[in-house]
């Protein structure tokens, strides 16, 4: 996988919330997010809402490169462990089926001080457009 869209280079939302993303050695677009007191709930955990954005912003990079052009058609997330504050949340993205118009994607967000897993989430894609 290769070529991030430009759109998704410039995703206002997962900027103000802190999300990174870096490109690992096996070819597949991860992102992190540091758990701040802006991402907490009201039990001093990470707020699930913030899991899952990392999760679906790691599901978009996934589904919106190699010049394609993909939306969300289904997800869904597990919350497994809470996160706590200054834990770093790392989205690891597998590629279950990757079809002309249909791919499904899995995500594993782990806290990477010890490898803790956090979440699992599960996207289906509809690409509307490949170049």
């Known amino acids: 996988m290769n070529d991030l869209s430009e759109h998704l280079k410039h995703d206002r939302f997962a900027e103000y919330i802190g999300i990174e993303r870096f490109f690992c050695k096996d070819g597949y677009w991860t992102a992190r997010l540091k758990v701040t007191e802006n991402h907490l709930n009201g039990l001093g955990a990470a707020q699930g809402g913030a899991i899952f954005t990392l999760a679906d ?6 589904s919106n490169t190699d010049q394609r052009t993909s939306v969300g058609l289904q997800t869904s997330i597990s919350f497994i462990a809470p996160a706590p504050l ?24 782990r806290n990477e001080t010890d490898n803790t897993l956090i979440a699992l989430f599960t996207g289906t894609a509809f690409t509307v457009r490949a170049d």
């Not at 912003?57 to 996934?62: P, T, W």
């Open 57 to 62: 912003y790691a599901f978009a990079m996934a």
């Open 86 to 109: 200054d834990s770093v949340l790392s989205a690891s993205v597998r590629e279950i089926s990757r079809r002309r118009t249909v791919s499904i994607y899995e995500i594993e967000i």
